[in-house]
T-cell receptor, first 115, second 115 residues
Framework: DSGVTQTPKHLITATGQRVTLRCSPRSGDLSVYWYQQSLDQGLQFLIQYYNGEERAKGNILERFSAQQFPDLHSELNLSSLELGDSALYFC??????????????FGPGTRLTVL | KNQVEQSPQSLIILEGKNCTLQ??????????LRWYKQDTGRGPVSLTI?????NTKSNGRYTATLDADTKQSSLHITASQLSDSASYICVVSASGYSSASKIIFGSGTRLSIRP
C-alpha cells in the first residue's frame, strides 16, 4: 500500500459525459501528479500540482482539467468524454515539487470506461 | 529529444529461470533512473533507483545495473517466480531544475512467467 488513495476504482460512463476522479496523496506529500495509461500503453504524464498550484503540464487535453485543494487532495475532471479516453488514470504523490524518478508513490488507479 | 526505450516488449520464461530486461535512454542531463514493477491493473511500485555514480543496485532477486557512459540500464531477475509476472517500467529523470515533465517513462516490458 503506497498510501495514495484514488476513487472511484472503476467508472463506466457514456460519450459526451463528464466525470471527476479523486486522489488523496500520502500524508505529508505536497505534490500530486496525474497520469493516463491506455491499454497496453506506457504512462503518459498529464499534470502536476504542488501545494495547490499547477506546477507542470504534460499531454493534457483541453477537455481535461485538474485542481488541488487546500487539504492537498486533487481532482481530475474529464469532460466531453470520447471512446479514446477509456484508460487507467493514476495519481502519484511526492514530498517535494521536484519529483525525481523514484520519489513518486502511485495510487491504485481509476479505470475509466467510456461507452 | 528525451526518450526511454525498453526491450524486449514482451518476454515469456519458465518459472525458476533468470531473465534480463533492457533500458536505453537519451535523457539529458541525467539525474537518476528507476525500475518499477506494475502488476496488471495496479499502480507501479518502485524496485530500485540509481544515480549517476551507481553501477549496481539489488533488491532481493532483482538486480539493476547502470552504464552512464552508454546510457543503458538492465534489470536482472534471478530464479523467477510466478508472482514476477508483470510489466517492468524504466523511468529516467533529467537533472537540474526539474518538474514532472522531465520524468520520462519507458513503455515497459511485459514479463510472463510460466509454471
Amino acid at each position: 500500500d503506497s498510501g495514495v488513495t484514488q476513487t472511484p476504482k472503476h467508472l463506466i460512463t457514456a460519450t459526451g459525459q463528464r466525470v471527476t476522479l479523486r486522489c488523496s496523496p500520502r500524508s505529508g506529500d505536497l505534490s500530486v501528479y496525474w497520469y493516463q495509461q491506455s491499454l497496453d500503453q506506457g504512462l503518459q504524464f498529464l499534470i502536476q500540482y504542488y501545494n495547490g498550484e499547477e506546477r507542470a503540464k504534460g499531454n493534457i487535453l483541453e477537455r481535461f482539467s485538474a485542481q488541488q485543494f487546500p487539504d492537498l487532495h486533487s481532482e481530475l475532471n474529464l469532460s466531453s468524454l470520447e471512446l479514446g479516453d477509456s484508460a487507467l488514470y493514476f495519481c502519484a504523490s511526492s514530498v517535494t515539487r521536484l519529483a525525481k524518478a523514484g520519489e513518486q508513490f502511485f495510487g491504485p488507479g481509476t479505470r475509466l470506461t467510456v461507452l | 529529444k528525451n526518450q526511454v526505450e525498453q526491450s524486449p516488449q514482451s518476454l515469456i520464461i519458465l518459472e525458476g529461470k533468470n531473465c534480463t530486461l533492457q533500458c536505453n535512454y537519451t535523457v539529458s542531463p541525467f539525474s537518476n533512473l528507476r525500475w518499477y514493477k506494475q502488476d496488471t491493473g495496479r499502480g507501479p511500485v518502485s524496485l530500485t533507483i540509481m544515480t549517476f555514480s551507481e553501477n549496481t543496485k539489488s533488491n532481493g532477486r532483482y538486480t539493476a545495473t547502470l552504464d552512464a557512459d552508454t546510457k543503458q540500464s538492465s534489470l536482472h531477475i534471478t530464479a523467477s517466480q510466478l508472482s514476477d509476472s508483470a510489466s517492468y517500467i524504466c523511468v529516467v529523470s533529467a537533472s537540474g531544475y526539474s518538474s514532472a515533465s522531465k520524468i520520462i517513462f519507458g513503455s515497459g516490458t511485459r514479463l510472463s512467467i510460466r509454471p
